[in-house]
Protein backbone atom coordinates (compact mmCIF):
# COMPACT_ATOMS: atom_id res chain seq x y z
CA UNK A 1 0.00 0.00 0.00
CA UNK A 2 1.51 3.45 -1.24
CA UNK A 3 2.27 6.00 1.47
CA UNK A 4 -0.74 8.89 1.51
CA UNK A 5 0.90 12.11 -0.04
CA UNK A 6 0.51 15.00 1.55
CA UNK A 7 -1.40 18.12 0.43
CA UNK A 8 2.24 19.55 -1.03
CA UNK A 9 3.20 16.38 -2.60
CA UNK A 10 -0.13 15.86 -4.51
CA UNK A 11 0.20 19.63 -5.75
CA UNK A 12 3.45 18.76 -6.72
CA UNK A 13 2.41 15.49 -8.66
CA UNK A 14 -1.13 17.12 -9.93
CA UNK A 15 0.89 20.18 -11.68
CA UNK A 16 4.04 17.98 -13.22
CA UNK A 17 1.07 15.91 -14.55
CA UNK A 18 -0.34 19.26 -15.98
CA UNK A 19 3.45 20.40 -17.31
CA UNK A 20 3.77 17.28 -18.93
CA UNK A 21 -0.10 16.98 -20.94
CA UNK A 22 0.33 21.01 -21.88
CA UNK A 23 3.72 22.26 -21.99
CA UNK A 24 2.75 24.99 -19.57
CA UNK A 25 5.48 26.79 -17.36
CA UNK A 26 5.83 29.81 -15.59
CA UNK A 27 7.68 31.29 -18.62
CA UNK A 28 4.80 30.92 -21.16
CA UNK A 29 2.18 32.28 -18.71
CA UNK A 30 4.18 35.26 -18.23
CA UNK A 31 4.21 35.66 -21.91
CA UNK A 32 0.80 35.02 -22.29
CA UNK A 33 -0.38 37.36 -19.72
CA UNK A 34 2.01 40.08 -21.12
CA UNK A 35 0.74 39.35 -24.77
CA UNK A 36 -3.28 39.80 -23.58
CA UNK A 37 -3.07 42.54 -21.64
CA UNK A 38 -1.16 44.39 -24.21
CA UNK A 39 -4.47 43.37 -26.02
CA UNK A 40 -6.33 44.81 -23.52
CA UNK A 41 -4.84 48.00 -23.49
CA UNK A 42 -5.20 48.75 -27.06
CA UNK A 43 -8.73 47.40 -27.08
CA UNK A 44 -11.48 50.42 -27.03
CA UNK A 45 -14.34 48.06 -25.35
CA UNK A 46 -11.79 46.67 -22.17
CA UNK A 47 -8.93 49.36 -22.43
CA UNK A 48 -10.57 52.48 -20.88
CA UNK A 49 -12.10 49.75 -17.84
CA UNK A 50 -8.22 48.58 -17.21
CA UNK A 51 -6.46 52.71 -17.62
CA UNK A 52 -9.12 53.86 -15.29
CA UNK A 53 -8.22 51.75 -12.27
CA UNK A 54 -4.69 50.54 -13.32
CA UNK A 55 -1.84 53.37 -13.38
CA UNK A 56 1.15 50.76 -12.64
CA UNK A 57 0.92 47.64 -14.66
CA UNK A 58 3.91 45.73 -13.92
CA UNK A 59 2.05 44.82 -10.15
CA UNK A 60 -0.75 44.18 -12.11
CA UNK A 61 0.91 41.51 -14.81
CA UNK A 62 2.85 40.26 -11.98
CA UNK A 63 -0.63 39.67 -9.96
CA UNK A 64 -2.26 37.91 -12.96
CA UNK A 65 0.88 35.76 -13.80
CA UNK A 66 0.63 34.74 -9.95
CA UNK A 67 -3.39 34.03 -10.67
CA UNK A 68 -2.65 32.22 -13.64
CA UNK A 69 -0.36 30.02 -12.32
CA UNK A 70 -2.59 29.21 -9.49
CA UNK A 71 -5.22 28.72 -11.96
CA UNK A 72 -3.14 27.03 -14.63
CA UNK A 73 -0.99 24.89 -12.58
CA UNK A 74 -2.22 24.86 -9.51
CA UNK A 75 0.86 26.47 -7.92
CA UNK A 76 -1.06 28.44 -5.27
CA UNK A 77 1.08 31.86 -5.94
CA UNK A 78 -2.06 33.48 -6.08
CA UNK A 79 -3.37 34.67 -3.16
CA UNK A 80 -6.80 37.46 -3.58
CA UNK A 81 -10.30 37.85 -4.07
CA UNK A 82 -10.83 38.73 -7.73
CA UNK A 83 -14.49 38.45 -7.28
CA UNK A 84 -14.26 41.35 -4.78
CA UNK A 85 -12.09 43.68 -7.55
CA UNK A 86 -14.74 42.65 -10.46
CA UNK A 87 -17.54 42.81 -8.99
CA UNK A 88 -18.59 46.47 -9.04
CA UNK A 89 -16.64 47.17 -12.49
CA UNK A 90 -19.38 49.05 -15.02
CA UNK A 91 -19.29 45.65 -16.90
CA UNK A 92 -21.84 43.32 -18.72
CA UNK A 93 -22.11 39.88 -20.89
CA UNK A 94 -20.41 42.11 -23.69
CA UNK A 95 -17.71 42.90 -22.02
CA UNK A 96 -16.73 39.17 -20.87
CA UNK A 97 -17.20 37.92 -24.37
CA UNK A 98 -14.70 40.67 -25.26
CA UNK A 99 -12.22 39.28 -22.71
CA UNK A 100 -12.60 36.08 -23.65
CA UNK A 101 -12.63 36.35 -27.59
CA UNK A 102 -8.84 38.44 -26.67
CA UNK A 103 -7.91 36.24 -24.15
CA UNK A 104 -8.49 33.12 -26.82
CA UNK A 105 -6.72 34.74 -29.50
CA UNK A 106 -3.44 35.67 -26.99
CA UNK A 107 -3.59 31.67 -25.99
CA UNK A 108 -3.91 30.34 -29.18
CA UNK A 109 -0.78 33.32 -30.55
CA UNK A 110 1.42 32.27 -27.92
CA UNK A 111 1.05 28.44 -26.67
CA UNK A 112 0.43 25.18 -28.28
CA UNK A 113 -2.69 23.60 -28.61
CA UNK A 114 -2.61 21.63 -25.75
CA UNK A 115 -1.56 24.80 -23.49
CA UNK A 116 -4.46 26.86 -25.45
CA UNK A 117 -7.38 24.47 -24.49
CA UNK A 118 -6.15 24.39 -20.72
CA UNK A 119 -6.41 28.17 -20.59
CA UNK A 120 -9.37 29.00 -22.22
CA UNK A 121 -11.43 26.11 -20.50
CA UNK A 122 -10.37 27.85 -17.23
CA UNK A 123 -11.02 31.41 -18.98
CA UNK A 124 -14.60 30.65 -19.68
CA UNK A 125 -15.32 29.37 -16.01
CA UNK A 126 -13.67 32.19 -14.92
CA UNK A 127 -15.35 34.33 -17.03
CA UNK A 128 -18.85 32.81 -16.32
CA UNK A 129 -18.09 33.01 -12.78
CA UNK A 130 -17.13 36.60 -12.43
CA UNK A 131 -20.07 37.44 -14.99
CA UNK A 132 -22.48 35.88 -12.19
CA UNK A 133 -20.62 37.55 -9.51
CA UNK A 134 -21.09 41.25 -11.19
CA UNK A 135 -24.99 40.44 -12.07
CA UNK A 136 -25.67 39.52 -8.63
CA UNK A 137 -23.63 42.58 -7.25
CA UNK A 138 -26.18 44.59 -9.39
CA UNK A 139 -29.29 42.92 -7.74
CA UNK A 140 -29.87 40.53 -11.34
CA UNK A 141 -30.30 37.35 -10.14
CA UNK A 142 -29.31 34.73 -13.64
CA UNK A 143 -31.31 31.55 -14.51
CA UNK A 144 -28.98 28.47 -16.39
CA UNK A 145 -27.92 30.07 -19.75
CA UNK A 146 -28.94 33.59 -18.86
CA UNK A 147 -26.71 35.98 -19.38
CA UNK A 148 -26.06 39.32 -17.17
CA UNK A 149 -27.00 42.64 -19.81
CA UNK A 150 -26.61 46.27 -17.74
CA UNK A 151 -28.43 48.23 -20.12
CA UNK A 152 -27.44 51.37 -18.59
CA UNK A 153 -24.27 50.40 -19.84
CA UNK A 154 -25.18 50.18 -23.49
CA UNK A 155 -26.87 53.66 -23.57
CA UNK A 156 -25.75 55.50 -26.37
CA UNK A 157 -25.97 59.11 -24.62
CA UNK A 158 -23.56 57.71 -22.15
CA UNK A 159 -20.49 59.85 -22.14
CA UNK A 160 -18.44 56.77 -22.86
CA UNK A 161 -20.14 54.98 -25.05
CA UNK A 162 -18.83 55.70 -27.85
CA UNK A 163 -15.27 55.11 -26.72
CA UNK A 164 -16.05 51.67 -25.48
CA UNK A 165 -17.46 50.71 -28.92
CA UNK A 166 -20.85 49.76 -26.89
CA UNK A 167 -24.18 48.84 -28.50
CA UNK A 168 -27.58 48.16 -27.67
CA UNK A 169 -28.94 44.77 -28.60
CA UNK A 170 -29.16 41.32 -27.92
CA UNK A 171 -26.02 39.87 -26.24
CA UNK A 172 -24.07 37.27 -27.87
CA UNK A 173 -23.12 33.93 -26.78
CA UNK A 174 -19.71 33.65 -25.26
CA UNK A 175 -17.74 32.49 -28.96
CA UNK A 176 -15.34 29.67 -29.02
CA UNK A 177 -12.18 30.35 -30.59
CA UNK A 178 -10.92 28.82 -33.89
CA UNK A 179 -9.51 26.07 -33.52
CA UNK A 180 -5.26 25.57 -35.08
Known amino acids: MPEPQTAAERRARITAEIVERTGID ?50 GRYHGSPMAKHAPLPVDATHFDRWIALFGEAAHEICPPAAEAHFVERARRIAESLELGVAGHNGAFLNMGERYRNDELHRKDRPDARSQGLASGAVPRIPTPARR
Do not use: T
Open 26 to 75: EAMIDRLVRHFYAKIRDDNVLGPIFEARIQDWEPHLQRMCAFWSSVALMS
